[in-house]
């Protein structure tokens, strides 16, 4: 067991990346062995990670040196800083591991049924494996060049799958996704080369140390700022979510929600630890929460109009990524002063809380939209109606993951919501204000998505969608029902962890040395 902790930030990317290349001679064979090799390979994956979160949790941050014979020596003998290929894993890595791995397997057992055979669904796979490896490697890397590099696998296999069904609307989402990523890839790359230019280092432990908060210092974090909340889907940059997430094979568009949180995670990884106490904390606090506010407002109004489910959807994906950006910054503004401890922690575990509650609820909600497209072939609301006489469990599923996303108790989103308000409001009243505002119209908004599609007489002779699709559904549904009974629980031993060392940074820097 200690040779498997020991080695297991390796492996949880090393193990979907080979089985990536094996997917495509395993499809050759046998279809029904390749299915099972996926499904297998990302349990797998999961349970690797619950024990990684374990060690974690309880013994704290993991170093691993790819390359190196005693992969825990980060730093080589003969050098003075890091200069291999190092993991650092530390309570928010894991944290954000848990969603992508969770998301990824509930996507791959939903799409067992959902992707048809004879269409490519050993590509698929082989995408979707690169896509987790990409996810897990943006959120394990303590390096900024292997941070890019992992960021541009997650990009080309996500578009790839985006034009999967390679219809006319599909690849124009698809090509509207590579050009933002090609742009913000090249934010992140000038970055890079700004840093290597001034301190010869590319770790990111090591990076912080020396930083010196020069003129090209400042260029390069608002490059990077620019780069992640683009790719993330923070308004005024999210022109690009609608259009890809609508196109997109549901399962997958449930894995685009965790990737942009993987772009999210690295933008408060380099607010955080990159830069840490030598930003302006206020100002680029205070910048998160103004992107925030207008994500939040601008996503659930344009979501209200929208009669593709998808579309609608995915406004409100862009919405929720405001309450993300609202927590997290309030705890990067009052990072520092004598009220982080109190309120500002708490506004950013309700922020922290709130990303993995949006993964599982988000994800749930895209799936449904999947199972409703799955049997009418049709996105559009206004020709459904009456599903739930026959399709009674993705109504069911429906109403849970809307009435999580709008904060209903006993639900999880109620609980991180819960948390942002309470703790917003003392750095000022009029942010709850409008969080809880957008919470009421997310309501109305899915009410209306609930009339639309399930209520009424029956309209269409479908049946339930397969097994398998439910399974996936159910993976999401369990940990919303979970998250939302016990949140203090998840809290406590998954949160705050996550949240503290985001806020310490000084522990990240001397797990390094160098």
């Avoid at 990072?335 to 993995?356: C, N, Q, T, V, W």
Wanted: with cysteine; proline share 4%.
């Amino acid at each position: 067991m200690n040779w498997l902790i020991t080695h297991s930030p390796a492996l949880l990317i090393l193990l979907p990346l080979l089985a990536a290349f094996l997917m495509p001679i395993i499809d050759k064979i046998n279809k029904k062995a390749r299915n099972i090799f996926a499904i297998l390979i990302f349990i797998i994956v999961e349970i690797l990670v619950i024990i990684l979160a374990f060690d974690i949790i309880k013994n704290g941050m993991h170093v691993y040196a790819i390359g190196e014979k005693n992969p825990l020596q980060t730093i080589p003998s003969q050098a003075a800083v890091p200069i291999r290929i190092v993991l650092q894993i530390d309570a928010m890595g894991i944290f954000m591991g848990l969603i992508s791995a969770t998301v990824c397997l509930a996507a791959s057992l939903y799409s067992l049924a959902y992707i048809e055979e004879g269409k490519g669904k050993g590509k698929f796979y082989t995408l979707l494996l690169l896509i987790l490896v990409g996810m897990l490697g943006m959120e394990f890397t303590g390096d900024i060049f292997n941070l890019f590099v992992f960021y541009e696998i997650l990009s080309i296999a996500s578009a790839a799958l985006i034009a999967y069904s390679r219809k006319g609307e599909a690849s124009e989402g698809a090509f509207k996704f590579l050009v933002i990523s090609s742009i913000s890839a090249l934010f992140i790359l000038f970055s890079v080369a700004l840093f290597y230019g001034q301190y010869d280092l590319l770790n990111i432990a090591a990076l912080a140390k020396n930083m010196k908060y020069t003129h090209l210092d400042k260029i390069a974090l608002a490059l990077l700022v620019s780069a992640f909340a683009m790719k993330c889907g923070s308004v005024p940059m999210h022109f690009w979510c609608p259009d890809a997430y609508s196109v997109a094979p549901s399962s997958i568009t449930a894995t685009l929600v965790a990737g942009s949180q993987a772009s999210l995670y690295a933008l408060f990884r380099v607010c955080f630890t990159l830069y840490g106490v030598k930003l302006d904390l206020q100002l680029i606090g205070g910048a998160l929460i103004i992107f925030g506010l207008l994500s939040m407002f601008v996503g659930v109004t344009m979501a209200i109009p929208q009669k593709d489910i998808k579309r609608l959807m995915a406004y409100h994906a862009i919405s929720q990524t405001g309450y993300m950006l609202l927590g997290v910054g309030a705890g990067l503004y009052l990072l520092g002063k004598p009220e982080f401890d109190s309120y500002g922690i708490r506004a950013m575990e309700g922020g922290i809380f709130h990303i993995i509650n949006h993964a599982m609820y988000k994800g749930l909600l895209f799936l449904t939209a999947g199972a409703i497209f799955y049997r009418l072939k049709t996105r559009n609301l206004n020709e459904m109606g009456g599903l739930a006489h026959k399709m009674k469990y993705t109504s069911i599923f429906f109403i849970i993951g809307a009435l999580a996303i709008a904060g209903v108790p006993p639900f999880n989103g109620f609980a991180s919501k819960l948390i942002i308000y309470e703790s917003v409001y003392k750095i000022s009243p009029i942010l709850s204000i409008i969080a809880m505002l957008v919470s009421i119209l997310t309501l109305a908004s899915f009410v209306k998505v609930f009339h639309s599609a399930f209520m009424g007489p029956k309209i269409h002779d479908v049946e339930e969608v397969p097994k398998s699709m439910l399974i996936g559904m159910c993976v999401l549904t369990f940990v919303i029902i979970f998250f939302g009974l016990f949140p203090g629980f998840i809290v406590n031993n998954l949160v705050h962890p996550a949240a503290m060392a985001l806020a310490e940074q000084a522990k990240y820097l001397q797990a390094i040395g160098g």
